[in-house]
């Protein structure tokens, strides 16, 4: 028998996988998850929850009389060697069990343990010798009795939360592989449905009624300019590094907070743990660097102040002109200060276990251009120009791993501070296309019998 | 005689023939495919798949389109019985066969036969929407 190929055929630059060995290591991997979330499952179910439940439906109601008292001690030793004791209060009751006296020590469940030895005796000193308390006891093993009934949501939340997840990523995986066992990928990519449900992360971007693949330009368009029909919503590079510097700072410095506070307390106690210390001082340096960054990184993106752009129309069509007005604010002198139309390709592949993405420019064409310019607190630079998309371009295109997207960016250079760019995204329609128009209908077809169209 | 699991597998050949002149098309056009299928020698066919359809090549994973599928059981419709069949659709105002430099855009017809022996065999073909010259890098990258 032949094994099927690592590697299939070459796609461009890369050989793509072999889908056989693909779908079995697919499976393989969710039906490991869907596994381990049954087992476990099963596991939480039979040893915490179903004794819980068993005691809140089938234990039986009786009186007691406490005979005797005591801690029951529970010792864990982890793998590291240390010796972990925790305590429960028990007591040593007679109760009637079907007109017979039973004695028996109360049972409880693991979650009342504490490893507080003091609070236990503390519980433990509640209870009166020869006093009468109500229990429950098990039928099917009478000398089983509780003291306490009720839910512990925490661990049902735990059994159901963990395993159910490992479940669902598993199970949802596996049905997929079996949708897609012996179809082709035509039959798989004209049959949607449960597959964005189940592979939500897989689906393409939303594309404009009409026309397959060309971006949605909802977004772009619902902002009115002051003399051009729209403004452009800006896509800068510099916020998302603004946003990334004080997330890492936030959630840094968090830690610090923390490790600081334990420090403290230990200091108040009398003890000091040279380690934590140790420790304490690398996160600080870090932590402090990281808001220096951050506001760093604020200054630069508040200090150059806006830029604006609008347009005449939207989307843009090839072959026809559009008006252009740039406005930028802020105080200063910009060395430089440029305008530029450019086409973008855009792809994202999977490098190993790593997901990147390549951009390249692949046409440009400089629509404004200022050198020396000085911006005023109450003169914004503004400068009308007109662009025109070439009559043959591509039109604007996205798929769920490529994109050929068109864009109007600017790049500044003022003298206090560092170089900018600030990029405004723009949809470009096939040429000529009308907008209005409706394309003709998509047509997916699964007869078993014969050649019938069906049409939407 | 050998078995037919110990044959070799028999390797079909699909023939297209395109209504368009040079297999170009504008978008919203009408295509028709003319296909004929040989060299199947006898083995069963249990379906035959018909799709038009976009992918894109270059850097990224592939990613697809289809735009027309149609799946056909009866075996009177298939060889030896039946060796050519047609089928034609509206083609969609997008996207545009494009060759750019990390990014491509192809738009192709694909005829899938699946064999009894749980195999299956495809035939790409591929056609041109719109004319969209090749993208090139701007000079200050060559």
């Not at chain 1, 009186?63 to 590291?80: E, F, M, N, Q, S």
């Not at chain 1, 390709?345 to 020396?372: C, I, N, S, Y």
């Not at chain 2, 299928?37 to 069963?44: A, H, M, T, V």
Request: charged share 20%.
């Amino acid at each position: 028998m032949r094994l099927p190929r690592l590697y299939a055929k070459k796609r461009g630059h890369r050989r793509t996988g072999a889908r056989e060995w693909g779908a079995f290591g697919d499976g393989l991997f969710h039906g490991i998850l869907l596994a381990a979330g049954l087992f476990f499952g099963a596991l939480l179910l039979s040893g915490v929850a179903a004794p819980e439940w068993r005691i809140n439906h089938e234990f039986r109601e009786s009186r007691g009389t406490v005979l005797a008292k005591g801690l029951a001690r529970t010792t864990v030793v982890d793998p590291t060697g240390t010796v972990l004791s925790s305590w429960r209060p028990c007591l040593l009751l007679r109760y009637s069990v079907d007109e017979t006296v039973q004695e028996s020590w109360s049972h409880g469940p693991a979650s009342q343990n504490t490893s507080d030895r003091a609070a236990a005796l503390r519980r433990l000193a509640a209870w009166t010798l020869g006093a009468e308390t109500i229990c429950w006891y098990d039928p099917a093993a009478p000398q089983t009795v509780v003291l306490q009934r009720g839910y512990n949501w925490w661990l049902w939340l735990l059994s159901l939360l963990l395993p159910g997840a490992l479940v669902l990523i598993g199970g949802s995986g596996l049905v997929r592989g079996l949708r897609a066992w012996g179809r082709s990928e035509e039959y798989r990519a004209s049959s949607a449905g449960l597959s964005e449900m189940l592979d939500p992360l897989a689906q393409p971007a939303l594309a404009a009624p009409g026309y397959p693949a060309v971006p949605v330009w909802d977004d772009l368009v619902n902002s009115p300019g002051t003399l051009l029909r729209y403004r452009l919503p800006i896509e800068s590079p510099e916020n998302w590094t603004l946003v990334g510097f004080g997330l890492f700072a936030l959630l840094w410095n968090a830690v610090v907070v923390v490790l600081a506070v334990g420090a403290g307390l230990d200091l108040l106690g009398g003890r000091i743990d040279w380690w934590l210390f140790a420790l304490l001082v690398p996160f600080l340096g870090v932590g402090i660097g990281g808001i220096v960054l951050f506001v760093r990184s604020l200054v630069f993106a508040t200090a150059i102040g806006p830029t604006q752009l609008e347009i005449s129309d939207h989307p843009l069509i090839p072959g026809r002109r559009y008006d252009v007005l740039l406005a930028q604010g802020g105080t200063g002198t910009f060395q430089t200060l440029t305008l530029t139309l450019e086409l973008e390709e855009q792809a994202t592949f999977r490098q190993g276990t790593d997901t990147r993405t390549e951009h390249l420019v692949v046409w440009k064409q400089p629509v404004a251009g200022f050198r020396d310019v000085t911006v005023a607190a109450d003169a914004r630079l503004e400068n009308r120009a007109s662009i025109e998309i070439p009559a043959n371009a591509m039109h604007s295109f996205t798929s769920a791993h490529n994109t050929v997207r068109w864009r109007l960016v600017v790049r500044g250079s003022p003298t206090r501070w560092p170089a900018f760019c600030r990029t405004f995204p723009v949809v470009v329609f096939p040429p000529e296309a009308p907008v209005t128009s409706r394309p003709a209908a998509v047509v997916a077809t699964h007869d078993g019998s014969g050649s019938a169209e069906l049409s939407p | 005689m050998n078995k037919p699991s110990e044959r070799a597998p028999v390797m079909p050949r699909i023939d297209v023939q395109f209504d368009g002149p040079h297999r170009q098309y504008e978008p919203g056009d009408r295509l028709g495919v003319e296909y004929r299928i040989e060299g199947c020698d006898g083995e069963p066919i249990r379906a035959i798949e018909h799709s038009v359809l976009w992918y894109t090549e270059g850097k990224g994973e592939e990613d697809l389109g289809v735009h027309f599928f149609r799946r056909t059981t009866d075996r009177s419709m298939m060889p030896p019985t039946k060796k050519t069949g047609a089928f034609s659709t509206a083609l969609p105002l997008s996207p545009l066969t494009y060759e750019g430099v990390i990014v491509k855009v192809r738009w192709c017809v694909r005829v899938r036969l699946f064999f009894d022996a749980s195999r299956d065999f495809v035939s790409e073909h591929v056609f041109v929407i719109g004319r969209i010259p090749p993208a090139r890098l701007p000079p200050s990258r060559t």
